[in-house]
């Protein structure tokens, strides 16, 4: 039973680059997030898919960032014109899913995406 | 303001010994899920055990239980008998009506032989 998958595992890109981090959920989990981690910030919410539709993005810097989920196997999240304070190890997660109620699933992570920015 | 708070940045024990992260966290929020994650070494991050606001046994799963105090929104890790493999970052995390999880800012423990 594989994890979910993130690829690719370090991307090294130079300022002003564009960077597209992947990201394949565990099957038949309908829910996926996207976290960022830095020394600094420590764990940091970024946006949350259900069932490929996106329900929040409130932890998304308003500018370049953006994510897809096209469809339940993947999800993806862009960054244009990096900067060098994007540089952060990329996580992202997944779980089952279910609107409200007392029912709440754990999140599993990947290995995450360590970007690097020079 | 931090939702999520551990005030324990490091800690250090012997093997066997039993070990108490604490964590604090703020919601308005009558039902929430309260959720400790260990990163290892290698940046992985697991599911250890999760607490459900509305239950008041406290949850444990092996060598890890909880103290659930809900008058002091405070949810502990406990972990008896350590093993050197228990050495990691520990995060306690909580989830509020929706799934998004807030994660604090983590506490190192090692284990030393």
């Known amino acids: 039973n594989a994890g979910v998958i993130q690829t690719p595992r370090h991307k090294v890109t130079g300022k002003g680059q564009e960077a597209t981090l992947w990201c394949e959920p565990i099957?038949?989990?309908?829910?996926v997030f996207w976290y960022r981690q830095t020394i600094v910030q420590g764990l940091e919410f970024l946006t949350y898919?259900?069932?490929?539709?996106?329900?929040?993005d409130s932890g998304m810097p308003k500018e370049r960032f953006s994510a897809q989920m096209p469809n339940q196997s993947h999800s993806t999240l862009k960054i244009q014109s990096t900067q060098p304070q994007d540089s952060a190890v990329y996580l992202c997660a997944s779980s089952l899913d279910r609107l409200g109620g007392r029912v709440s699933y754990e999140q599993y992570f990947g290995p995450g995406t360590r970007l690097t920015v020079l | 303001a931090q939702k999520v708070t551990q005030t324990q940045t490091s800690i250090s024990v012997m093997e066997k010994t039993t070990v108490t992260m604490d964590c604090v966290y703020e919601?308005?929020?009558?039902?929430?899920?309260l959720f400790w994650y260990k990163q290892t070494a290698s940046g992985e991050i697991v599911f250890l055990i999760r607490q459900d606001s509305y239950k008041k046994e406290n949850a444990t799963v092996g060598h890890y239980s909880l103290n659930f105090q809900k008058p002091k929104s405070s949810i502990g890790l406990i972990i008896t008998a350590t093993q050197i493999e228990d050495s990691a970052v520990y995060f306690c995390a909580m989830r509020e009506h929706y799934n998004v999880l807030y994660f604090g800012s983590g506490t190192k423990l090692t284990v030393e032989p």
């Open positions: 099957s038949g989990h309908s829910a």
């Open positions: 919601t308005q929020d009558s039902s929430y899920f």
């Open positions: 898919f259900r069932n490929q539709a996106p329900i929040d």
